[in-house]
């Protein structure tokens, strides 16, 4: 009983010490500093057995005795060479599974801070931690007086690339839509270096374990729909408080704007030991844009500050801490080697049914949630969901080879949020968009201000050594492209009408006018968050806009305006959103002898004593109004709301409809 006693006050005496254990479970001592090998080699001799070191958690009690792990319990089984521990071996794993390693020689002793217990001589249980991340164990063998490490990529893929032959961009001919009138040309490269990469989207779960400091439980935000967003927050943080614990196939995010996946970026480098990869600087500057290489000016949105806000982001380049993607990057992990196909499902001969097995498409019941992850095939890399769930931010490291996206630091890749199951459209929208969607497809992050999905990566060492091979489409075509680009007039006039862009007015010809006044009417710049502020000049008119990835352009560029007014509190305009019928008349209110009305949907953002206050853009709707001289370019389109002005004393009235 003395010796028993012995035992407890040692174990339990040293603050924030280490304690070991032997193969039963039982503690047999602490120590503050590190064990020497010849004193482990002792301590598995004199207990008959490896000793087990148990690393100390922050806020964790040590166990006076271990429990032992089921044998029945054990999901994943790794036998390991002592020839594979001479350097450094890494063993991917999921959250929370129970896992065994079982060394081909005893062992002397394990050490690891993870929920474990020894099974026998040469093998030692454990359960995977429930964030995703690295986690280490060492373990000592008789032979060697230093330990070898084994690393644990808990969610991750770990991949070691030597002259890996990938293949980027792509042909005109696989994009399905006339949105970039540009090429960002095939070729083949060489990658050489070592990667850990997502394998699936970052979940709503992980997001909050990481920033639950952050997210506000009580959210106040005037924009109606960052409230929204931010009290879905305040409840997940709730949720989580309560369980503690992420399941490994948890929702995917699809609510988080690239700053904060950058900030959660930093903080699971920190939490690993990691030097944090981006660096926050504040800025004069009032628009997204890349500044040099690895230095960017984006949009900066905080689950407490309500205010339109930039930030100077650049890069440790010491660091190999987790941060985004760059867009050759993404487009790598997303071919996973393939170099043939267009898409991870096949060609454009593929069906809804092919994609589906690959992509989750029409699924999402609201704009908050997605899908759970890992649910369908994964790629040649071993990364799921790399299309369809969520889109995904992408970062361009030092251009974008875009020039519709001209300067932009970001774009979206990978997802679909347009196509939903109870779309009021979803038959029209899912046939042909989804085909749209392949490798070589983007969604624009204009503002940087798009509140999305994504996943994480690391170069470790940043070792990554990218070549290029061989030219497979000639650098000719976007050069040709960029001379037609400058002698536009004559071409632009004389396209062919867009024959996909339907205006919606023949789908509201018949509602009724309301007998409701619109007051207070607000032309101004579309801001972050979906606010509209003050810009110079109201009205930028274009001569013309007759093709689509003209209006796309304008859409994301400074010439675009959106709509604020008020109107009275009333039954008939409480409602979230409203039409309006906005017409074009002249000085003396006479109407032009061509139909200048467009019917454009307006959304409720905020009230004001006994007003409304409605606006033609918020954070998830955010069309562009752009204005034109000539009458044949008026319509709602799919990009962009275009209104004509003949003459600067032109107005425009405004008709509520029912």
């Not at 594979?84 to 063993?91: D, G, I, M, Q, Y």
């Not at 779960?205 to 927050?233: G, H, V, Y």
């Amino acid at each position: 009983m003395k010796i028993f006693l012995l035992f407890l006050t040692i174990c339990f005496a040293f603050a924030n010490a280490q304690f070991y254990y032997d193969k039963h479970g039982e503690c047999r001592g602490a120590y503050k500093d590190s064990l020497e090998h010849a004193t482990l080699v002792g301590l598995a001799k004199r207990f008959h057995g490896p000793i087990l070191v148990k690393k100390p958690i922050k806020g964790v009690k040590p166990r006076k005795n271990l429990k032992k792990i089921p044998e029945n319990k054990i999901q994943r089984t790794f036998d390991v060479n002592r020839d594979s521990l001479r350097k450094e071996l890494w063993l991917e794993v999921e959250k929370n599974e129970f896992v065994r390693i079982c060394v081909d020689v005893p062992v002397v002793a394990w050490e690891t801070s993870l929920k474990s217990s020894i099974l026998n001589d040469s093998c030692l249980a454990f359960q995977v931690p429930m964030f995703v991340g690295v986690e280490s164990i060492n373990v000592y063998l008789p032979e060697s007086d230093s330990p070898h490490k084994i690393n644990l990529a808990i969610d991750m893929k770990y991949l070691d690339f030597k002259n890996e032959e990938a293949l980027l961009g792509f042909s005109k001919e696989t994009i399905n839509n006339d949105l970039y009138p540009q090429e960002d040309p095939e070729r083949l490269i060489s990658v050489t270096g070592t990667y850990l990469v997502d394998k699936y989207p970052i979940t709503n779960c992980e997001f909050t374990q990481l920033m639950l400091n952050r997210i506000p439980s009580k959210p106040s935000f005037t924009n109606l729909d960052r409230q929204e967003m931010a009290e879905k927050w305040a409840y997940r943080k709730k949720i989580f408080t309560q369980k503690n614990n992420c399941i490994t196939h948890d929702s995917a995010a699809c609510t988080i704007f690239l700053s904060q996946a950058m900030e959660y970026a930093n903080a699971r480098s920190i939490q690993e030991g990691l030097k944090p990869y981006y660096i926050f600087t504040s800025t004069d500057y009032q628009a997204p844009r890349i500044l040099s290489n690895k230095q960017y000016i984006i949009a900066f949105f905080d689950f407490s500050i309500d205010d339109d806000k930039y930030v100077l982001v650049s890069v440790d380049p010491s660091s190999d801490g987790y941060r985004l993607p760059f867009y050759n990057e993404w487009m790598m992990f997303a071919r996973g080697g393939d170099k043939k196909k267009t898409a991870p499902w096949g060609d454009t001969t593929a069906t809804f049914e092919d994609a589906s097995e690959y992509a989750i498409f029409g699924t999402h019941a609201s704009r908050y949630e997605a899908e759970p992850v890992g649910q369908l095939k994964l790629n040649g890399f071993g990364l799921y969901d790399m299309f369809g769930l969520v889109w995904e931010h992408v970062l361009f490291e030092n251009s974008n080879p875009f020039q519709i996206l001209k300067e932009r630091p970001s774009c979206l890749k990978g997802g679909s949020n347009h196509v939903r199951k109870n779309h009021i459209w979803y038959k029209a929208y899912r046939e042909p968009y989804w085909k749209w969607i392949n490798y070589g497809y983007s969604y624009p992050n204009y503002s940087s201000g798009a509140a999305k999905g994504f996943r994480l990566i690391r170069n470790i060492g940043n070792n990554a050594k990218w070549e290029r091979k061989d030219s497979i489409v000639n650098d000719k075509s976007v050069d040709d492209l960029k001379n037609k680009e400058l002698h536009t007039n004559d071409s632009l006039v004389n396209s062919e009408p867009d024959k996909d862009s339907v205006s919606d007015n023949e789908k509201l010809k018949e509602r009724k006018v309301l007998d409701v006044k619109v007051s207070d009417v607000f032309i101004g710049r579309r801001q972050l968050g979906g606010y509209v502020g003050t810009v110079t000049p109201i009205f930028p008119i274009m001569d013309s806009i007759p093709v689509p990835w003209f209006r796309h352009y304008l859409s994301g560029s400074k010439l675009a305006r959106a709509i604020k007014f008020k109107v009275e509190k009333n039954s008939l305009t409480r409602n979230r959103t409203m039409w309006v019928r906005i017409s074009l008349v002249k000085e003396d209110g006479s109407l032009y002898d061509f139909n200048t009305s467009v019917d454009v949907e307006f959304y409720r953002i905020g009230e004001e004593r006994d007003k409304y206050i409605f606006q033609s853009t918020k954070m998830f709707k955010d069309k562009a109004i752009l204005f034109t001289r000539n009458e044949k370019d008026i319509g709602n389109f799919k990009e962009a709301v275009v209104l004509c002005i003949k003459k600067n004393s032109d107005k425009f009235a405004f008709q509520l409809l029912e």
